[in-house]
């Protein structure tokens, strides 16, 4: 894991977080500039530096980062949402460990700017 990766930290507790979910693989948190009502990002554990960089061996986690994202959603009592992954600087990603943005309790807008 890299020392001076900020989701590392988080997933090593460095750096304090709002956990919403853990387990051996992922971990769910709130964001801290939350875009929507309700707006958290679920990581693998693994540090992988962003989509393109997903591998083969890194599928399941991939999918169970999708199920405990839904999960939480649900419980969050936000039905509707949008899922986001950030590739790259110019696509917004400003963290480059992989993590999935899941979004709602406000309408939101189609297609994003
Ligand atoms: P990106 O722009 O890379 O797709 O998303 C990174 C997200 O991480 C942003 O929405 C940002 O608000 C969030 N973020 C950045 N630093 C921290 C932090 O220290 N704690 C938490 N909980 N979220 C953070
Ligand atoms: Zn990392």
């Known amino acids: 894991m890299p020392d001076n990766c900020l989701f590392c930290k988080i997933i090593r507790g460095e750096i304090p977080a709002e956990k919403l979910y853990e387990d051996d693989d992922v971990l ?3 964001d801290i500039a939350p875009q929507a009502p309700t707006h958290f990002l679920v990581i693998p554990k693994k ?3 962003g989509p393109e960089a997903v591998q083969p061996e890194d599928e399941q986690v991939f999918g169970k980062m999708m199920r405990v994202g839904n999960e939480i959603a649900q419980k969050e009592g936000i039905p509707h949402f ?3 992954f950030n590739n790259g ?3 917004g990603q ?4 992989l993590h ?3 979004l709602g309790g406000r309408a939101l807008n189609w297609p994003p700017g």
């Open 28 to 30: 769910a948190f709130r």
């Open 47 to 49: 540090h992988i530096k």
């Open 82 to 84: 949008r899922v986001v």
């Open 89 to 91: 600087a110019e696509a």
């Open 94 to 97: 400003t963290v480059f460990h």
């Open 100 to 102: 999935m943005h899941i």
